[in-house]
């Protein structure tokens, strides 16, 4: 049995997702007298973006992640225990082949939804990535849920609820000396504000996000009238900066100071907490503890690598149950695929159909195409993308543009980071598949055309450059890469040739927020040998998250021309029309020379093999990292 709330207003609803709700909740009260002390264990999943199977769609062989790897393991941990609670953190319905599959050809049930509903999910809450594929497909999948999906802070674009802002869980619980007691669970919901920007071209303003901690303290505020002996916060918000301000995109930290909120899981980032190797976290969070401002926290990493577990000591006092001790731990899958007979039963269908989709040939490479050294120096793979997108609109160029330099923006989507090692794109010389293509375009983006100025197109490539440590002349063996800058933030512009000057600070920061005016590290920036003109007219190829995001030049405005075709379905188009690819890297952008200077630069432990991709740096390799990363001294 289960409450929620709507427009402020608590009530019961009759069906909410296919939910019988017709029956009265038990009458008991809320604090009971003398209860011994009661254990429970929270489980929760974060970011499993549509992986059911332990099978990688892209490399077409069986790995260790998703949620049919992790059920065994949330099927053993539950029976350990009385008492138990099963919770997902966001971004469950897309980010897999699988995922795109069924939102493209799916006839049934979302192949997730039904399996969470297998394994009795209790709650969970909406991700960004909920919402990549449309408000209509996420309608759809929620319709089915057999629990209850919460949002406090993401709206109707009218006004109203997508889904309720919390839910209220009456369990009875079992305490240590076996006798059953109430217990009143309050659980609520958050995601980052920003996702109606994100994803704006695909909503249509359809959707609205509000600050988390406005809207939790508006939240919280209504639960007190509902005294819940335990509240929990999914937050799927990252743990960022332990200073509130407005619109936070990573607000864990802030959100566990709220007196009200007894737990907190966090997601988002796809990283793991408690994790004894975490560095440079605010204070109020200890990735030793799993604790943040004192309050047990967890974050379950991504893909299903992790399953979150939070055991909770529960004893009655003078005023009612209080939390009085706690474990936290982010268990890693096993790491040998193996699928929950259940879940694998009910998943074959679109499992086998998305196999069967990705073995599909499309053309040919003569040469390889990988993104080991995306970052610093131009990939033939990002070219290969750029190139079906300038296709595409060269053939659908909106009137009145005729004439004007039409250029490409292509970001590289795996270039390892939180991935891991093995988050790399490799497509050997041969044939193409369409699990190629998923491989190098991972997302459901959608093709969309700026108009901007050349200016614009300047401060375009300084947004990208902030990948980028500054550094220092003659300096030896300096980090290259900002840890907290993701890679596919790096998005050039294909067909300019410039040069990126290092020893300049950034121009902007990651917001897109102007913050030295006279800091520039883009040179040499031209056009066919032809200067851009700052005043100069020029349209962008790019995708509708990069033209929702805000954070880069031109992006507050409308474009002038969009599609609905995905970018993976145009480049699968643009190989099968050309049949065999024959893409070189070329060098339209470097690097400034620094005589004498030398950086560390990481990638997947492949590169070895691949050195002669990159003469220019004089490639030496130093080894491997702990985590796997092949180390290399770059020459500038």
């Known amino acids: 049995m289960y409450k929620h709330q709507q427009r402020g207003l608590l009530y019961e609803a009759a069906v909410p997702y296919g939910i019988d709700l017709t029956r009265q909740p038990p009458s008991y009260p809320t604090h009971p007298e003398g209860a011994g002390t009661v254990q429970l264990r929270l489980l929760a999943t974060s970011d499993l973006h549509a992986h059911l199977m332990p099978w990688d769609y892209i490399t077409d062989k069986p790995a260790s992640l998703g949620l049919a790897q992790l059920a065994p393991m949330i099927r053993r941990l539950r029976a350990e225990v009385r008492n138990c609670v099963l919770l997902d953190n966001g971004d469950f319905l897309q980010g897999s082949p699988l995922g795109d599959w069924q939102e493209r050809h799916g006839t049934a049930a979302h192949p997730m939804v039904v399996a969470m509903n297998a394994l009795g999910y209790d709650a969970g809450t909406l991700g960004n990535h909920e919402f990549s594929h449309g408000l209509a497909f996420l309608e759809r999948a929620l319709t089915v ?38 217990l009143r669970i309050a659980i609520t919901g958050f995601a980052p504000p920003q996702t109606a920007l994100w994803e704006a071209l695909r909503l249509n303003g359809a959707v609205q996000g509000e600050d988390i901690l406005t809207a939790a303290e508006r939240t919280l505020a209504d639960l007190a009238a509902e005294r819940p002996d335990l509240t929990i916060a999914l937050a799927h918000s990252g743990i960022g900066s332990a200073v509130p301000h407005r619109n936070m995109e990573n607000a864990a930290i802030p959100l566990a100071s709220l007196p009200q909120v007894d737990v907190i899981v966090t997601g988002h980032t796809h990283l793991v907490f408690p994790d004894t190797q975490a560095a440079g976290l605010p204070a109020p969070a200890d990735a030793t503890t799993g604790t943040i401002y004192g309050k047990p926290a967890v974050m379950a990493g991504f893909h299903g690598s992790h399953l979150g577990v939070i055991d909770l000591e529960l004893t009655n006092g003078p005023q009612g149950w209080q939390l009085s001790s706690h474990r936290v731990r982010a268990v890693k899958s096993p790491a040998i695929p193996a699928a929950d007979p259940e879940l694998a039963r009910l998943a074959t269908p679109a499992h086998q159909a998305t196999v069967t989709a990705m073995r599909r040939p499309l053309g040919e490479t003569t040469h390889r195409l990988h993104s080991n050294f995306a970052l610093v120096c131009p990939c033939a793979t990002h070219r290969l993308i750029a190139e079906a997108q300038l296709a595409h609109w060269k053939d659908t160029l909106p009137p009145g543009f005729a004439g004007v330099p039409l250029l490409a923006a292509v970001a590289p989507f795996r270039t390892g980071g939180r991935g891991g090692p093995g988050n790399y794109s490799h497509i050997p010389p041969g044939p193409i598949l369409l699990r190629h293509i998923a491989g190098i375009y991972t997302h459901p983006n959608t093709p969309v055309l700026l108009d901007l100025s050349g200016a614009e197109i300047t401060d375009w490539l300084e947004r990208a450059a902030i990948l980028f440590h500054q550094i220092a002349p003659k300096a030896a063996d300096a980090a290259l890469i900002r840890p907290d800058i993701p890679g ?29 005016a006279t800091a520039r590290r883009i040179g040499q920036l031209s056009l066919d040998g032809r200067p851009i003109d700052p005043e100069g007219r020029y349209l962008l190829a790019t995708n509708s998250y990069r033209a929702g995001s805000g954070i880069y030049p031109g992006t507050s405005r409308p474009p002038v021309a969009r599609s609905d075709m995905p970018i993976s379905d145009l480049i699968a188009w643009h190989v099968e029309t050309r049949g065999t690819i024959g893409i070189e890297a070329g060098q339209p952008w470097g690097f400034a020379p620094m005589p004498g200077t030398t950086v560390i630069f990481e990638t997947g432990p492949e590169a070895a093999a691949l050195r002669a991709d990159i003469p220019q740096f004089s490639p030496e390799v130093l080894g491997q990292t702990e985590a796997g990363f092949l180390r290399f001294r770059l020459s500038l």
């Open 488 to 516: 596919f933030d790096f998005d050039l512009i294909h067909g300019l040739s410039f040069r990126i000057d290092l020893s300049q600070p950034p121009r902007f920061d990651a917001k897109g927020s102007l913050i030295d």
């Open 145 to 182: 849920a057999r629990f209850p999906v919460v949002s406090a802070n993401l709206g109707r674009g009218g006004g109203g609820p997508l889904v309720p802002a919390f839910v209220l869980l009456d369990r009875t619980v079992t305490d240590t000396t076996g006798q059953d007691w109430p």
